[in-house]
């Protein structure tokens, strides 16, 4: 049987490849934006695509925070209904 504390674990390690991967993905609409800031695109369209990054990353952030605190209380549940 598998413990309450190697199911958190698992869920913890499902939260951070999710987030190392989202992460990714708004580190690379950053170095496009850098990348475009150097091609002369119009400031304006930079702007949104870095605003974009922006708000990529820190939806990542609080979508972790989020799943990190509920697999918590969830495993707490459980912890609590086996005593």
Not at 13 to 29: E, N, R
Not at 50 to 68: E, N, Q, S, W
């Amino acid at each position: 049987m598998i413990t309450v504390a190697a199911l958190f674990l698992l869920d913890i390690v499902i939260g951070t490849v999710l987030f190392g991967c989202i992460g990714l993905a708004a580190y690379g609409i950053w170095l496009f934006t850098n990348w475009l800031s150097s091609q002369g695109i119009p400031d304006e369209l930079l702007s949104g695509f870095r605003f974009a990054a922006l708000l990529t990353f820190v939806a990542d952030v609080l979508g972790y925070l989020i799943y990190v605190v509920v697999a918590a209380v969830k495993r707490m549940r459980e912890l609590l209904q086996q005593l």
